[in-house]
């Protein structure tokens, strides 16, 4: 079966770090592209961050410089390191996994709450 798990969100104070982990079962990450996402209640889910299958990576101007994305394909797993977090950071969080032509899996997401 092939499926992301994503692990590591909680509750975390204003200021603090969290680092988000999205791990593959039942296929390699290497040929793929890996995004973060999240979604706040009564929002549209949004785009993060982003890596591609050669490390190249992105980020919504909201996040940058707080938020870093990074790949280890040895483990099959992607992490989404999150500093100095705000109340508006706020949301469940999606990983995705994408490859031309068709290839698009989600996880079931994890939830970060920042608040004091």
């Known amino acids: 079966q092939l499926q992301l798990v994503e692990s590591g969100g909680g509750l975390v104070q204003p200021g603090g770090s969290l680092r988000l982990s999205c791990e593959a079962s039942?296929?390699?990450?290497?040929?793929?592209?890996i995004g973060w996402f999240r979604q706040a209640p009564g929002k549209e889910r949004e785009l993060v961050a982003r890596?591609?299958?050669?490390?190249?990576?992105n980020y919504a101007d909201s996040v940058k410089g707080r938020f870093t994305i990074s790949r280890d394909n040895v483990k099959k797993t992607v992490y989404l390191q999150m500093n100095s977090l705000k109340p508006e950071d706020t949301a469940v969080y999606y990983c995705n996994a994408d490859r031309l032509p068709l290839d698009d899996y989600w996880g079931q997401g994890t939830q970060v709450t920042v608040s004091s």
């Open positions: 039942g296929f390699t990450l290497d040929s793929y592209g």
């Open positions: 890596i591609t299958s050669d490390g190249s990576t």
